[in-house]
């Protein structure tokens, strides 16, 4: 897989949990938080999580296996 298509898998992968903690904690019915999700949703806001993934998968950690908790610590699956 070349760059490109890492990065989009990637990229995909940080959308698709942004989307869902946003389903999950910014309801659409506040206009607070439909300006939230405006403001996350952005284009260009995204490298630091393909960063955080690429790392994760040099250092051999798989993303699957663990999860981020809202403090900020992992947790196994």
Do not use: H, W
């Not at 490109?4 to 910014?26: D, H, I, P, S, V």
């Not at 999700?37 to 490298?47: A, C, F, N, Q, T």
């Amino acid at each position: 897989m070349d760059y490109q298509e890492q990065y989009q898998n990637y990229l995909a992968q940080a959308m698709a949990a942004l989307e869902k903690a946003c389903g999950r904690f910014l309801p659409e019915e506040s206009e607070v938080c439909r300006a939230a999700r405006y403001s996350l949703m952005g284009g260009g806001k995204r490298i630091r999580a393909v960063l955080v993934l690429a790392v994760a998968v040099v250092t051999l950690l798989r993303r699957d296996s663990f999860t981020l908790g809202l403090d900020g610590s992992y947790y196994r699956n």
